[in-house]
T-cell receptor, first 112, second 114 residues
Framework: QQQVKQSPQSLIVQKGGISIINCAYE??????FPWYQQFPGKGPALLIA?????SEKKEGRFTISFNKSAKQFSLHIMDSQPGDSATYFC???????????FGIGTKLQVIP | GAGVSQTPSNKVTEKGKYVELRCDPI?????LYWYRQSLGQGPEFLIY????????DSGLPNDRFFAVRPEGSVSTLKIQRTERGDSAVYLC????????????FGEGSWLTVV
């Protein structure tokens, strides 16, 4: 039972383009939605996170958009760079508790 | 070291053998987590320690899996009678006490059961 559904599973974007990854969740008790970035052979690293009381959060080239009524959230990477090539995971947790439920991941490739 | 340290980085074992995976969290972090990541999947929660006690072990798949953290720092994940389906990367993470704090993952221990 996949509580956090993520799409697409792979994405190819040209350098300078916008990368968009979408996620949907089922458990309305989730109240913390982080995104993680993982490079091959490394552990996931927190990229950006949002709580459901805001609809958007931006940090540099990375923006999370959150739609509480639709139970959906997305990651936008502006001006995508080859160095952004990695696997991205959306995730969710409850009550600030760090038992995190991850999506399946999106493998992003940014081509020059 | 500054980050979460996991050993071994790679382990190949035969089906039916016993395996121990070690995690050394970031100094001062009271919360420690084990996750399992199968190929092409996101990490799956296994167990969470707050201090020495397992606060939530609901993710352990069966009684062949066990984890300890006797002194509230280093943790060991123990797998008995390994099966080929146990092959995965076992990720350890830690965070400081309090809600909403960032958890930091180690690079993982890649377990292959042959």
């Amino acid at each position: 039972q996949q509580q956090v559904k993520q799409s697409p599973q792979s994405l190819i974007v040209q350098k300078g383009g916008i990368s968009i990854i979408n996620c949907a969740y089922e458990n309305t008790a989730f109240d913390y939605f982080p995104w993680y970035q993982q490079f091959p052979g490394k552990g996931p690293a927190l990229l950006i996170a949002i709580r459901p009381d805001v609809s958007e959060k931006k940090e540099g080239r990375f923006t999370i958009s959150f739609n509480k009524s639709a139970k959906q959230f997305s990651l936008h990477i502006m001006d995508s760079q080859p160095g952004d090539s990695a696997t991205y995971f959306c995730a969710a947790s409850t009550g600030g508790y760090q038992k995190v439920t991850f999506g399946i991941g999106t493998k992003l490739q940014v081509i020059p | 070291g500054a980050g979460v340290s996991q050993t071994p980085s790679n382990k190949v074992t035969e089906k039916g053998k016993y395996v121990e995976l070690r995690c050394d969290p970031i100094s001062g972090h009271t919360a420690l987590y084990w996750y399992r990541q199968s190929l092409g999947q996101g990490p799956e929660f296994l167990i969470y320690f707050q201090g020495t006690g397992a606060a939530d072990d609901s993710g352990l798949p069966n009684d062949r899996f066990f984890a300890v953290r006797p002194e509230g720092s280093v943790s060991t994940l123990k797998i008995q009678r390994t099966e080929r389906g146990d092959s995965a990367v076992y990720l350890c993470a830690s965070s400081s006490q309090g809600t909403g704090n960032t958890i930091y993952f180690g690079e993982g221990s890649w377990l292959t059961v042959v």
